[in-house]
């Protein structure tokens, strides 16, 4: 059993999304104690977005590829090992600007790739990263989830569903910027919802 947490918060060590996802990988794991953990920190590492350069890479042939391109190939490589060897993954996705990061969004752009993560087939579109249970936490600092201010969710399922990854739990921690109460109120839901996705 491997977990892969993914951060994407650029508020570090404060970042609720992190402290949630924290959690919920210190239930995971007290849950699966042979589980192997590998955390990825967006905002500390960032990955590169998909540029012209990079684009022209991918679509080298390998054997063809100068070191430069192999090298910028081999980064999105090592995300794409990492998703497949996964076998829970929990994201921390803060809203920001009514979307996800632009670190997040440069991860989704590394894993998604034709022929190694979907295919498209005579019967239509195939995910290739199956037999994964995903959970994504959001955070927000207004109340969004259930809206159409709430584009995340909607984007969330639909471009990791296209990849394969159909079983996915959001945890929502909203309100964060209306006020200590209102962050105590959405913590608490958090936590209750991540124990009981844990149990
Ligand atoms: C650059 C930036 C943009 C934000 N944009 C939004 C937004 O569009 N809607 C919203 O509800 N909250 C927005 N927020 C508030 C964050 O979603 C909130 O602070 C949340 O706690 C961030 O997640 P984190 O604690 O994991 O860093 C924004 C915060 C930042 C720093």
């Known amino acids: 059993m491997n977990i892969l947490q993914i951060n994407s918060s650029i508020r570090a060590e404060t970042a609720h999304s992190s ?3 924290d959690s919920l990988v210190g239930k995971l794991r007290r849950r699966f104690p042979q589980a192997r953990l590998t955390v990825r920190d967006l905002a500390k590492m960032p990955h590169p977005v998909l540029d012209a350069a990079a684009l022209a890479a991918l679509s080298t042939p390998a054997e063809q590829r100068t070191a430069e391109q ?3 190939v081999a980064l999105d490589d090592a995300l794409i090992a990492e998703i497949q060897q996964a076998d829970r993954i929990v994201i921390g ?10 670190q997040l969004k440069a991860w989704i752009d590394a894993i998604a790739r034709a022929r190694v993560t979907f ?3 005579e019967h239509g579109v195939e995910g290739l990263l199956k037999n994964k249970k995903v ?11 259930g809206s159409a201010a709430d584009s995340q969710t909607v984007y969330l399922r639909t471009v990791l569903g296209f990849l394969g990854m159909e079983d996915i739990e959001f945890v929502y921690a909203e309100g964060l910027a209306l ?7 959405a913590l608490q839901s958090a936590e209750a919802k991540i124990s009981a996705l844990a149990a």
Do not use: K, W
Request: aromatic share 10%; glycine share 10%; proline share 5%.
């Open 19 to 21: 402290r949630l996802a």
């Open 70 to 72: 192999a090298q910028r």
């Open 93 to 102: 996705a803060p809203m920001y600007n009514f979307g996800i990061p632009a």
């Open 119 to 121: 295919r498209y087939t």
């Open 135 to 145: 959970y994504v936490i959001q955070t927000a600092g207004g109340v969004h989830s």
């Open 179 to 185: 006020g200590e109460d209102a962050v105590q109120s």
